[in-house]
Structures are given as C-alpha cells and as structure tokens.
C-alpha cells in the first residue's frame, strides 16, 4: 500500500518520519517547504507499507513542462520527475526485505508519470545499501564528519594544525555565540552570500529572505545559527541542523578580510560541544564542491583524522521511451553526464 504525503499533512508527514529510527531532518516537512518557497517543486513524502515492510522516501516532484527548456513542447501535468531534496534523503525502509516494496513503488511511479529519479543518499545512514539492487547506484567522493561521543574525543580528532589555529582563534578574541533570531538569520544571509560572490556561485545557491524564514518558523527545534564574533562584528556564519541525534553542516559563509583567524575553524568546534553537550552523536560537514577533494575538503578533513564516508547517488529511468523523448526534445545540452539528461 502506498500513501502520499503533501505540506497540508505536515503534522502526519513529520509523525510518520518521527516513527522511523534513522530519520534526519532532511526528512522532515519543514524542511522541505523551504526548498519549495526556493522553486524546486512540490515535496512528498511517499509511504510504503507490504507485509512487515515499510519505507519512506521524500522527493521533490517537479513538473518537466514547466522547465523553461521544453516551454510550449509538452504539456503540463502529465510528465514528471522525482529528485531528492537539496541535501540528502532517499528510502528508509525497516522490517526486513525491500524487493516488493521497490515493485509496488515502481508500478505506482509508472502509474503517476514520474519518468525518472535521482536520488543523493544519506552518507551516516547508508541508505543507498538497502536500494543499491533498484537504482543505478554511483559512488562519489569521500566525506567528512565529526564523532561527537565525548568532548575530548572531538579535540583528539582534529589534525594537529585544525587544533593551532583553533587555539589562534580563541587567542584573538573569537566569539562564537548560536540561535534562532530573526537577526542572526538577517546576518547570515548577508554574510553567505557576499561568499557566494566571491566564489562565483551559480543563481541556485542564492536564498531569498522567505526561504529564511521558512527555516526559522518551520524548523523551529531542528535549525540554527551558529555565529562567530570578533569584537562585537559578526564574521562567520552557519546554519546547522539537528534532529534524532544527528547535526549536519548546512550552508556557511565567511568575511574574507577575517579568514586569518579562522573563525569557521572555531564555529564547528564550538557546535561539535553544543552537539555533544545536547545528545547528538555525530556532525556531518559533508566534502567538497562535486565531491572533489578540493579545498573545501580539505578544510573539512582537518576535523577528522580517521575513515571516512563516501557519497552515493541512485538513478532510475521508469519510462526509456518517454525518456528519450524528452532527451530529443532538447537543443544544445550543456552537460551530457547529468542526470536526468533532458536537464543537462
């Protein structure tokens, strides 16, 4: 049997998400309602209950006819496609196997016009082991988290530099405070997307002020902002989720004249206390831009000196021939490697 949640349901969405052990807060409605004020479709959560088997799965369901490459070729609300939420999701399944479940969800997805699906799986849960025989699973780079068990062995987990510069930071009179204020959040965004300039990031990644807002209202308990001062100026900013023992790094920004006393280095050491202090057990940072090791990543390696978690992605055709249609219906694709490809 197969239910379908929408954010009218967002009490019984978050209930049924709630009930599952591994759940984070990439699952949950209020998360998502912000990713759909930002325009990347229409979130569900999908149920799927056969026998002592059940699994979640949240998407975003986006309309391919709304693309502004297939304007006026195919009409609305009769092609779509599956893609998991910015961040991380896919299924959570418990109760045994998942081979009938995955044919009851394929059926139904055939049933729905959903033509493809692409999926980033959560890499602390591993969900991409129980669904690795239904998708075409890619593994991608490698990523990093922060053990939060104790306070002494998330200072023994950092490099020995990580640990100088920290100290250097806390030296220079860094101050790292977090909360949910309206003006905290103002700050972010100030300071996020002044990086994003610098970094010459694609318009995606820039968040109007309501998908903000989203985040303050609608994850009142899950999502914060962690600040780093120095003398009364805010310098570095974070948001950080945290749901059911889980923290995960979720979009960061710096003051670049600032960047010598690093101050994000001291900000996730800081949240590493605040997780461990406040029950959770691990604080994702995630790797680098498309999954390289680039710099980013190895900022990120400098909080973990052990193994390592790599990142996988699924990918699934439900209709090859609809599938191909849309891929002729597109002029000049700019990156045949993307998935689905009539997006590329």
Same mark, same amino acid.
Request: glycine residues 16%.
């Given at each position: 049997m197969i239910k379908v949640y929408t954010l009218e349901q967002a009490e019984q969405w978050d209930a049924v998400v709630r009930s599952f052990r591994e759940h984070d807060t990439y699952w949950l409605s209020g998360y998502v309602r912000a990713f759909m004020?930002? $325009?990347? $479709? =229409?979130?569900?959560?999908?149920?799927?209950?056969? $026998?002592?088997?059940?699994?979640?799965?949240?998407?975003?369901?986006?309309?391919?006819?709304? =693309?502004? =490459?297939?304007?006026?070729?195919?009409?609305? $609300?009769? %092609?779509? =496609?599956?893609?998991?939420? %910015?961040? %991380?999701?896919?299924?959570?399944?418990?109760g045994g196997g998942a081979e009938e479940l995955f044919r009851e969800y394929e059926a139904w997805v055939r049933e729905n016009g959903i033509i493809s699906e692409f999926v980033r799986f959560h890499p602390m849960i591993r969900n991409h082991e129980q669904c690795a025989s239904f998708y075409d699973t890619v593994r991608m780079g490698e990523v990093v988290h922060i053990d939060l068990e104790s306070q002494e062995g998330i200072w023994a987990g950092f490099t020995a530099k990580n640990r100088n510069v920290i100290r250097k930071a806390v030296k220079n009179d860094v101050r790292i405070v977090n909360g949910r204020t309206e003006e905290m959040y103002r700050q972010f965004r100030l300071i996020y997307n002044e990086t994003m300039d610098e970094d010459g990031a694609e318009p995606y990644y820039y968040f109007e002020e309501p998908f903000y807002a989203s985040l303050r209202e609608d994850l009142p308990e899950n999502a914060q902002v962690f600040q780093a001062e120095k003398d009364g100026k805010v310098i570095a900013s974070s948001v950080l989720l945290h749901c059911n023992g889980r923290m995960n790094y979720h979009l960061s920004g710096s003051l670049r004249e600032y960047r010598t006393l690093a101050p994000t280095n001291l900000l996730l050491y800081e949240a590493a206390r605040w997780g461990c202090e406040n029950g959770c057990r691990t604080l994702y940072l995630g790797g680098g831009v498309g999954s390289c090791e680039d710099n980013l990543f190895r900022f990120k390696r400098a909080f973990n000196r052990g193994e390592l978690n790599h990142f996988f992605v699924g990918r699934k055709i439900y209709d090859p021939e609809k599938y191909d249609m849309l891929v002729s219906l597109r002029s000049g694709i700019r990156d045949e490697g993307y998935f689905p490809k009539y997006r590329g």
């Open positions: 004020i930002h $325009g990347d $479709g =229409d979130p569900e959560l999908i149920v799927c209950e056969n $026998g002592e088997t059940r699994g979640i799965n949240v998407v975003m369901k986006r309309d391919i006819a709304k =693309d502004p =490459d297939f304007a006026g070729k195919i009409p609305e $609300g009769k %092609y779509f =496609d599956f893609s998991t939420p %910015y961040g %991380y999701g896919g299924w959570l399944i418990e």
